[in-house]
């Protein structure tokens, strides 16, 4: 396009340039030139070519002389002027316009319309060479944006794929943290049911609580009332019975048992354990006192004047029989002794030989009563072997075994114990001389 509208702007300025050569330089019939002066001055014109001569006539400003031909020379210029043919020099006289078929053209117009077509075919020209280099340049920097632009294409495609991975693991983020908010719309429904169902728990918690408070009373009542049932029926049980007989205190045992039995079962329908040690140790002493009895009244042949039973059960009722001795006794002469039955499985401490047989205030109350009463006391003491069939017994004279005993504590809890040993038990026992068939006189 460029190089076209160079060609069309050369082609004009040479017609130009072509017409104006034409028009000034050649001399047509058809083309008039009409001279003027060149200058301010005025111009002579001769009759001949001689500035010696007079001029016929001053050519002015404004004034106009056709053109006729030129000097050989080239120094003289003839032209008309008023009908005649004048001459004047050359370097005077200048075209100031043409007539060319009845048009008059001046030369001024002639010279600006070359100037005028030359500065424009410089300025295309110009433009054409500025816009190829240019163009060039562009072609280079196209080059380069055209290279940019595939590197910015790469990295396009490259941001375009780590935004397709961002995409996507923006979507998998997306479905994870829809799972989270299901989950805790799940939960939090969840939670609101599992609130619905405390509060209905709170409410039968509550009920619950109000019914085992009113349990707890009942229970309370009845425990109170098994425990008053129980003192009722150790006070009854720790009555002094005169002349028992075996089958008498048989028939105690069993009450005692079946009392304890029935005790057990209706406190553990309330979680409370009447049964412990100490009543085990009662049954063990009453079965002991049975055998003793056996024996001194079916081998002896002594007689039993008073039982005081259960003195093991301390139930905050104070029987004043529970402080005798278990038996009381006479012989066949009808003297009278006591006897406190005691039954021990084991040892007072293991691998020792020594047997703790009661309290110092138990055996200093036997001592006491038989000062009161003015009839000896013994202590009988079985050890091993079962309640009802000890391995051995032996009978003890309360004042001997206080005085070969010694004095230990469990624990600082415990009450004071009087403990005799082995050797001490075998030395002392009177099981098998005389003295039960013969009573001798307390001194």
């Not at 085992?212 to 006070?235: C, G, M, N, T």
């Not at 006391?377 to 003890?396: H, I, K, Q």
Request: net charge positive.
């Amino acid at each position: 396009m460029k190089s076209v509208l160079l060609l069309v702007w050369t082609l004009f300025l040479l017609f130009v340039m072509g017409l104006s050569i034409f028009l000034l330089s050649a001399d047509r019939l058809y083309v008039e030139k009409h001279m003027g002066i060149k200058t301010n001055d005025t111009v002579s014109l001769f009759v001949k070519p001689t500035t010696k001569a007079l001029p016929k006539y001053n050519l002015g400003k404004g004034d106009y002389a056709k053109y006729q031909y030129l000097s050989k020379s080239g120094q003289w210029i003839y032209v008309l002027y008023k009908g005649e043919v004048l001459t004047a020099k050359t370097d005077q006289l200048r075209v100031k316009y043409i007539k060319y078929k009845s048009n008059f053209i001046s030369t001024l117009s002639i010279y600006l319309s070359i100037i005028v077509s030359l500065l424009f075919f410089v300025i295309t020209l110009f433009k054409v060479k500025i816009s190829s280099s240019s163009s060039k340049k562009m072609s280079i920097l196209n080059g380069q944006y055209l290279q940019d632009i595939k590197k910015l294409s790469i990295l396009n495609d490259q941001h375009l794929l780590g935004i397709t991975r961002l995409d996507k693991r923006l979507i998998e983020r997306q479905k994870v943290l829809n799972t989270i908010v299901d989950d805790c719309d799940f939960f939090k429904n969840k939670c609101s049911l599992v609130e619905s169902e405390n509060k209905k728990l709170q409410k039968r918690i509550k009920a619950f609580k109000e019914e085992l408070d009113s349990a707890e009373i009942v229970k309370q009542q009845v425990i109170k009332k098994l425990k008053q049932e129980l003192d009722e029926f150790y006070k009854e049980e720790s009555l002094t019975i005169v002349h028992p007989s075996i089958t008498d205190m048989k028939t105690s045992e069993a009450r005692l048992v079946t009392q304890l039995d029935k005790q057990v079962r209706e406190g553990l329908i309330f979680g409370v354990d009447f049964k412990h040690d100490r009543y085990e140790n009662i049954l063990k002493g009453r079965k002991f006192e049975i055998f003793i009895a056996t024996w001194l009244t079916k081998e002896l042949g002594f007689e039993i004047e008073e039982w005081s039973p259960d003195k093991g059960f301390e139930q905050d009722i104070l029987v004043k029989s529970n402080l005798n001795p278990d038996l009381i006794v006479s012989n066949s002469t009808g003297e009278k002794f006591g006897i406190e039955c005691k039954y021990r499985s084991k040892y007072f401490k293991q691998n020792e030989t020594e047997f703790s047989w009661g309290t110092t205030y138990q055996g200093k109350r036997y001592e006491r009563f038989q000062g009161e009463k003015n009839y000896p006391v013994y202590v009988c003491l079985g050890v091993f072997g079962t309640a009802d069939n000890p391995e051995s017994f032996s009978m003890l004279s309360i004042k001997k075994l206080i005085d070969k005993s010694f004095k230990k504590k469990f624990s600082k809890a415990s009450s004071e114990q009087f403990v005799v040993s082995k050797a001490n038990i075998e030395a002392l026992d009177e099981s098998s001389n005389s003295l039960f068939s013969a009573l001798e006189p307390i001194n």
